[in-house]
Structures are given as C-alpha cells and as structure tokens.
C-alpha cells in the first residue's frame, strides 16, 4: 500500500541533483548527490520486483542509501551553508527506504495516499526545515529617527559589550556598530550605550568578511564553510533592523581580496575583468561591464564613492581610472594617464577610499608612464576632480576616515604626521610622538584618534584635535588573553568602538568612546 510513496520518494531523488546545492556544493553538476540519488531511484525499481530475494536486496539498498544522504547532510549542515539539494534527497531517501520496506499492492488505500502526500508536502518544506536548524536570526523593529552623528568629545562615558567568541570584523552601520565573531555570528550594538539590537547566526559556519553600505543602511557579510570549498555565501542584511534582504553564493577568492565593498544602492562584484552590479535591497543584476577592447583592468582593492565604482583599465597607450555609475553602469568620469611602448611592463594600481566615498586616492604606477602625467593624487570621487597632489615623500592614507593623513614613515612608525584639508589646500602637523606602538587609527571631523600602547589589558587611546590642540590619553579598560593578530578602531554613530580580534584565549570586550558624561 506504500508503493505510490516509493514513486515519489523516486521522483523526489530524481529532481534533487538540479537543485541548488548552497555554497557547500555550487557545482551544477555534483557527482557525489548525482551517484546517491542514482542508487536511490535504483533500489526504488528494485523494490517492485516479485522476487522475494530482489525485494531484500533493495531494502537493504535503501537503507545504506539513507545513510548516505543522511551522513552527507550532517556534514553540510554542520558547515552551516547548505543549500535544498540534500535536505530534499534526504526526503527522497527516507520515503524510498520506508516504502520499499512495507509496500503491498498498488490499489489505493488512505495510508497510502495520506503517506505520499506527506512526503510530498515534506520534500518542499525540508529546504526551509534545514535553513531553520542552520540560521538563527533575531530582529529589531525599524527606527523612524536618523543615527546618532559620530562621537566627538571622547573623555566621557564607556560602555563595554563582552563577545561570545573571538571578534573577526567590526564595521560602523545603523545607529552603531555591526560585530562579526566567531561561531558564524553577526551582531548589531548601539552606538550610544552597547546594546545588543540585533543578531544574525549561522550555525556552523564562519564570518569571513563585514562590510557597510555607504550610507550605512545595509550590512553585507560572507560566510565561509569548515569544510574546503571553492565559495562562500553572501548575505546582505537591513543595518537598522537585521532583516535578511537577500543572500547570494560567491567565489571565496572575492571575498578573501577584500573585494566586497558596496556602494550606496548597489553591490558590485568583480570576476577579472568583469563586474557585475547588483541592487542591495533586492540583489538582482543591474548591469555589467568589462573593460574596451584591447585593453584589461588590472586589479586593485574594490574601492567605492557613494554613487561609483571605481575600475582600472589598461590599454596599449593608456591607463585610465574609470567611474562608473553604482545605478546604471554608464562611464561618469576617467582619469588618464599616458603610456609609452614596452610591453615587458605592466601597470600597477593602488587605491583607497574615505569610508563615505567622498574622495578616492589613486596612484597608478608605471615606467611606461608619459613625462607629466598625474600618476597619484586625491579625486572626488563623484565628480573626478582633482583635489590634490602630494609632495612624493608623503604617504596618503585617504580610508582612515573623513579627514585624509599623510605620513612620513619610518618602519611602521610616522616619522612626520599631517592632516590635510582638502577645502583649504592646506594641512596642518600632527604629534606623531604622542602615540606609542600605535595599532590602528581613525580620523572624524574634527579629532585624530589612535589606538596604542596595548598591554593586553589596557589600551592607551591617544585623542588629538585636528586643530592642532595638544594630544589627550583616555585609558580603556580591555582584559583578555589570546594572541592579538588584528586591531580595530572604528568610528560610529554615537561612539568610537574599539575591539581586538583575539585568536585562542578569553575574547576581549568590544568598547565604545561616547561623548557623554561619565558614569
């Protein structure tokens, strides 16, 4: 009475291989889930045989079947990224199993038809059923008030946000600040005050990269299997609420380049010599774009204005600069730079980007480069304008924040350090001795803030006023244990939030810098 239950548990494997298999298995073409749900439609034929011994046999067959299929999705869901091919030949397998265990006739009876059903009503909602074991999300009803401008006066209130696992990424986004941590977690705080808003989770799986929107209104994170696999998923999130907008696999090399950089309504991925747009509310294809004929793009860091994506191209006589705009693809603007003959040589390009996309610094570098052409300089990003051009003995550090920094080196330490004001034309000396073993820093409106003197339990925050006023040590309490390998300082909506992305050991807490009083 179970036969037409073996009919579609067939029917159910059969259909699972043109599913999509998640970032754990992006072939079209999956060779291992192929041969499974071969074996399973197998044993399913062999279950209508008459013969008593064909009909053991495919019991047994469906058995070791399932606990194939099963053993494979254990796996895939663990990694956290699995997609609805093995939950739905997992629902294949069992109903096969099961039916092949107790058919009878093939007159219809209630059990029977009822029994087909539910697999049938199973098959569609497995995919659903695994995202829920994989993903737990916590959301936040919408503001209607705008975030809080980022913290100035810094000597006032902390406030301490203690972490599940070891921090991996901090971005400034919503009314605070976004937190990647370990265990697959994305979680939203309060600029203000610390408080959690909002968490994104999946189970198994790792943060790789954390990303903002220009206008802080979306969060894009990659997640990355345990397992080895060839791509990662990219899930972009609503700032202020944590809602899901869309999800999308990608190849893992994008993310690990540090190539996710979206812009303000758009998300552009490169692929080579490729890139392709997509809208970052509803993540469909706005519009490609590759490089003329006969010429490449070479790569650089993604860097983003508010509203243009920023391509390198080289030709056989020029190396251009391109923007194209976030929501047509259409060249904007170009900045060029003559070249000479010589093929052994290719070009070099460096890029870097203010946090708002208002002003790009490009250095494109090459032997072949014309007697007086502008090879480095600071452009509006929008607009194309040349902003300016710094003596070569500065180094230009444009993605510390609003305000751009240059630097004389010396090692790792600024020997000579200025601030520049890109209105003006002007730029104003720094204290670069104000600040001992400095780990990262970060410019706002009007203040210089540096991480430094970091002993593991104590972090010595150096606040200098780009007016020039005298430098101010603020102390922040940091405990933790665990090797150091990355710093973050990050300016937000309502604070200055610092953390430590520990690898082993006790997590340190991630801190905010208000502007209030102190407690």
């Not at 791509?231 to 944590?242: E, H, Y």
């Not at 090692?411 to 890109?422: F, H, I, S």
Request: charged fraction near 20%; glycine fraction near 12%.
């Amino acid at each position: 009475m179970l036969r037409y239950l073996t009919l579609v548990g067939a029917a159910t494997a059969a259909v699972a291989p043109f599913l999509s298999g998640g970032a754990a298995r992006p072939e079209p073409v999956d060779g291992p889930v192929i041969g499974l749900a071969v074996g399973v439609i197998a044993v399913a034929a062999l279950g209508f045989a008459r013969h008593r011994a064909a009909r053991i046999t495919a019991v047994l067959g469906a058995v070791v079947a399932l606990g194939l299929v099963l053993w494979a999705l254990v796996t895939d869901v663990g990694a956290g990224l699995t997609g609805p091919r093995l939950p739905v030949l997992a629902v294949g397998s069992l109903a096969v199993a099961i039916g092949v265990g107790l058919s009878g006739s093939w007159r219809p009876r209630p059990v029977g038809v009822l029994a087909a059903v539910v697999a049938v009503a199973a098959a569609v909602l497995a995919p659903a059923g695994a995202d829920a074991v994989i993903v737990e999300s916590v959301t936040r009803d919408a503001r209607d008030f705008a975030p809080p401008p980022v913290a100035e006066e810094l000597t006032g209130r902390q406030w301490a946000w203690q972490p599940p696992a070891d921090v991996v990424g901090v971005v400034a986004a919503g009314h605070g600040v976004v937190v990647g941590v370990g265990g697959g977690a994305v979680v939203a705080l309060d600029g203000a005050d610390g408080d959690e808003q909002w968490r994104y989770t999946r189970h198994g799986a790792f943060v790789g990269t954390l990303a903002a929107s220009k206008d802080g209104k979306a969060v894009v994170a990659t997640f990355r299997s345990r397992l080895a696999t060839r791509n990662d998923l990219l899930v972009v999130l609503d700032a202020d609420t944590g809602a899901v907008r869309f999800e999308k696999v990608v190849p893992a090399v994008v993310a690990e380049i540090e190539d996710i950089a979206p812009g303000t309504t758009a998300l552009a991925l490169r692929d080579r010599d490729l890139i392709t747009a997509y809208d970052l509310v509803t993540g469909d294809e706005k519009w490609r774009w590759t490089p003329p004929d006969g010429c490449t793009s070479p790569y650089a860091r993604a860097v983003r204005g508010k509203t243009t994506v920023l391509a390198p191209v080289e030709c056989p006589d020029a190396a251009r600069l391109v923007a194209l705009d976030e929501a047509t693809g259409v060249e904007r603007w170009q900045h060029q730079v003559g070249l000479g003959k010589d093929d052994r040589r290719r070009l070099d390009v460096h890029l870097a980007g203010t946090p708002d996309g208002a002003v790009v610094s490009a250095r494109l570098i090459s032997t072949r480069a014309l007697p007086g052409s502008v090879t480095s300089g600071l452009f509006d990003a929008e607009t194309g304008k040349l902003l300016h051009r710094a003596d070569p003995r500065w180094v230009v550090r444009a993605d510390r924040g609003p305000r751009v920094l240059l630097e004389v080196q010396d090692g790792a330490e600024p020997r000579e350090l200025e601030v520049l004001d890109l209105a003006a034309g002007t730029s104003r000396p720094l204290d670069p001795a104000a600040c001992r073993d400095r780990t990262d820093d970060v410019t706002t409106a009007t203040t210089y803030v540096r991480k430094c003197a970091d002993n593991g339990r104590e972090v010595t925050v150096v606040l200098q006023g780009l007016d020039g006023s005298p430098a101010v040590a603020v102390p922040v309490r940091m405990d933790g244990s665990g090797s150091v390998p990355e710093s973050f300082l990050v300016a937000a909506p309502g604070a200055v939030v610092i953390a430590r992305g520990t690898s082993g050991g006790t997590p340190s807490p991630v801190v905010g810098l208000t502007g209030g009083a102190p407690a």
